[in-house]
T-cell receptor, first 113, second 112 residues
Framework: GDSVTQMEGPVTLSEEAFLTINCTYT??????LFWYVQYPGEGLQLLLK?????DKGSNKGFEATYRKETTSFHLEKGSVQVSDSAVYFC????????????FGQGTTLQVKP | GAVVSQHPSWVICKSGTSVKIECRSL??????MFWYRQFPKQSLMLMAT?????????EQGVEKDKFLINHASLTLSTLTVTSAHPEDSSFYIC????????FGDGTRLSIL
């Protein structure tokens, strides 16, 4: 079946450091890929998405490229801030499937001043 | 602003009580909504797909009689945790919309 795997956390970085959170997927078809962010005590917010191979999603300095050859969708940011501290979820979904999402296990990011 | 509203945000109740959680789409119609459960420091687990005007579709291992879902209108789905017990304590999140899904802010349920 389809699945999403993320790197283990927590990831602890100093402010202005470079961030990479790895995400790989297993899919039987051609899904869209998403990164969601969850701040403490809140629901999930869409961070970025990519709908087909080689697409790059970007938002708020974060970016991720849909790599079909490596089945990956790694999240990157060049300079993190304390306010980026949150849990990040990688997910996939198929169009026409009413939006059902399959999530990775989540990666906690802690950014220290 | 929020496009999916979830209520209540936090509820504490005694064991044996039934608890209802509402999920509303604010500016769009949603024929399908999703209910997730999240344990501390874990990922979201899809519980069920709520379908307007028909029965919900439950994921394997989710008790239908325990978690009652009603999707009576195009903007409202409700999840009722019946006869809740401490092991039902969790963070419940709903979502709605086409790609991408929009999520509610979640409901923290604590059963004493």
């Amino acid at each position: 079946g389809d699945s999403v795997t993320q790197m283990e956390g927590p990831v602890t970085l100093s402010e202005e450091a470079f961030l990479t959170i790895n995400c790989t997927y297993t899919a039987t078809g051609y899904p869209s890929l998403f990164w969601y962010v969850q701040y403490p005590g809140e629901g999930l917010q869409l961070l970025l998405k990519a709908t087909k191979a080689d697409d790059k999603g970007s938002n708020k300095g974060f970016e991720a490229t849909y790599r079909k050859e490596t089945t990956s969708f790694h999240l990157e940011k060049g300079s993190v801030q304390v306010s980026d501290s949150a849990v990040y979820f990688c997910a996939l979904s198929y169009s026409g499937n009413t939006g059902k999402l399959i999530f990775g296990q989540g990666t906690t990011l802690q950014v220290k001043p | 602003g929020a496009v999916v509203s979830q209520h209540p945000s936090w509820v504490i109740c005694k064991s044996g009580t039934s608890v209802k959680i509402e999920c509303r789409s604010l500016d769009f119609q949603a024929t399908t909504m999703f209910w997730y459960r999240q344990f501390p420091k874990q990922s979201l687990m899809l519980m069920a797909t709520s379908n307007e005007g028909s029965k919900a579709t439950y994921e394997q291992g989710v008790e239908k009689d325990k978690f009652l879902i009603n999707h009576a209108s195009l903007t409202l789905s409700t999840l009722t945790v019946t006869s809740a017990h401490p092991e039902d304590s969790s963070f419940y999140i709903c979502s709605a919309g086409e790609q991408p899904q929009h999520f509610g802010d979640g409901t923290r349920l604590s059963i004493l």
